[in-house]
């Protein structure tokens, strides 16, 4: 209907699939492939804040006039389509959001004319929308995981075999380090369609020349190593690089071993960014009376695994910030400061309190379930009790106050469950403005729909 099968023939595409990193892996490949001068197409998932961050082109969101123009475009011929063909109504019917927003990155990576288009994979891949992708330049995998089970499959050996339906015959494709059950069933698959399946190595950090990488976490690094692969093929295979990087996979030489990177490589992984992952701010309201009373550690880790790095993350990034307040202090910036973990929002590993919000906005409704709140609010306060020596079993409901205009607050000894995500950073800005001496640190993570909340209502200010 929209006439796009062959713009996605012609497109010189890198689609990536995993359960970890792949918006970083795709964000760090396109600023690479940009800073070599490449006019690039970056399609991600989810958006934040605002739809059109699914949209790059040259590393910026997509302006508003442009998507409307698209959206509209395949829109409106879509539902003439639908409205006057009874036929493909009733075979065919208009396509689900992700389906859509799918075919609207084609359209305007192909009326655009992208030299190069990154494509995120949304969920799994053999079934995924992305994958009409037919003759894809090169593919990649990045860490996998436990996620979307019910999907997906309940075992690291179904989860594989959805990521590998992205490979293509013939078609070279880069993974990292996985699980041994993951790495069989991804090396058999290759096998079955001629894909020379290599393993990228994890980016050694001399190679940055004193730089750090644009995305915070050690845990990027094994990221950066699969972008350069993914890059570095790309520009191989389209006749921009004559000589094969083989120095870069664990199957020849190490990455150590290499004695530099080009510069457009090292300036695209220093200068890369991607909102929600490992990302610091500090709330601008605090800032207007006193700068760093309140300080959002943001990360959309939503899986066991990714729950752990953003854990080592949070715990590095704390420390680091503490040391740094503590030099300000020895010269006489902010003497009277000090630092303090907690409160924080959501699932957490803090030493402070923690807050509970139940939905981004205030209830609509006097009836609302916050069991599963409070189940959280059992456990966290259980953990804290045995590691104080004083294990005891809390019932949350029986510490109940008022806040807000009679919006009821569960509290607890070393919790708080608010009524929505507004009531909560409401009150930490309050107990910020009510003692300037001491400094919130505040980590936000287990789902990245939560990070696009908690960065609206902070970023409005």
């Known amino acids: ?10 497109m010189k595409i890198i689609h990536v699939a995993g ?23 970056l399609f991600t998932s989810p958006h934040l804040i605002d739809i059109r961050e699914r949209f790059r082109l040259d590393g910026e969101d997509i302006c508003i006039e442009k998507f409307l123009e698209y959206f509209w475009w395949c829109w409106d011929r879509l539902k003439a389509c639908f409205l006057i063909d009874a036929k493909c109504r009733d075979d065919m019917p208009m396509p689900t959001l992700f389906h859509f927003l799918s075919l609207l990155a084609f359209k305007i990576f192909a009326t655009e004319q992208v030299d190069v288009a990154i494509i995120e994979v949304g969920l799994g891949g053999k079934r995924d929308a992305t994958n009409v992708i037919q003759s894809p330049i090169v593919c990649g995998i990045t860490p996998l995981g436990y996620d979307h089970t019910e999907v997906l499959g309940n075992t690291l050996e179904e989860i594989a075999g959805q990521k590998a339906g992205i490979f293509k015959k013939g078609v070279p494709a880069f993974t990292v380090s996985q699980p041994p059950e993951a790495m069989q069933v991804l090396e058999k698959t290759a096998s079955q369609l001629d894909v020379c399946l290599q393993v990228a190595n994890q980016l050694d950090g001399n190679l940055l020349n004193g730089l750090h990488l644009g995305l915070a976490g050690e845990h990027q690094y094994v990221n950066a190593g699969l972008a350069i692969m993914l890059s570095y093929m790309w520009l191989q295979r389209t006749g921009y690089l004559e000589i094969k990087p083989v120095d870069l996979t664990v ?15 090292i300036k695209g992984l220093t200068t890369a960014s991607l909102q929600g992952r490992a990302q610091i701010i500090t709330d601008r309201v605090c800032n207007i009376q006193s700068q760093g009373d309140l300080v959002f550690y943001l990360d959309g880790a939503h899986s066991p695994e990714s729950m752990e790095v953003c854990a080592n993350w949070f715990s590095h990034a704390i420390k680091e910030d503490n040391e740094q307040e503590r030099c300000s202090s020895s010269t006489g910036d902010n003497s009277s400061k000090d630092s303090i973990q907690g409160p924080s929002i959501a699932i957490s590993t803090t030493v402070g309190r923690m807050c509970l919000s ?11 379930d916050y069991s599963w709140q409070m189940t959280l609010q059992t456990i966290w306060e259980d ?3 045995n590691k104080r020596g004083n294990p005891k079993k809390v019932d949350p409901v029986s510490s109940v106050r008022e806040y807000d205009n009679d919006t009821s607050v569960k509290s607890c000894e070393n919790s708080m469950v608010f009524s929505s995500l507004p009531l909560a950073i409401n009150y930490l800005r309050e107990t910020a403005e009510q003692d300037k001496s001491v400094r919130l640190q505040v ?9 696009g909340d908690v960065l609206k209502l902070v970023k409005k200010y």
Request: overall charge negative; charged content about 15%; hydrophobic content about 35%.
């Open 443 to 451: 980590l936000v993570t287990g789902s990245i729909h939560l990070i």
């Open 1 to 10: 209907i929209l006439d796009l099968e062959e713009p996605i023939s012609q």
């Open 383 to 385: 953990i804290i009790c």
């Open 19 to 41: 359960t970890k990193g792949k918006g970083s892996t795709c964000v760090f490949t396109e600023a690479i492939l940009r800073n070599y001068g490449f006019h690039t197409g």
């Open 358 to 368: 139940s939905s981004s906005l205030p209830p609509t409704s006097s009836e609302v």
């Open 251 to 265: 199957s020849t030489v190490k990455v150590k071993h290499l004695s530099c990177l080009p510069e457009p490589f």
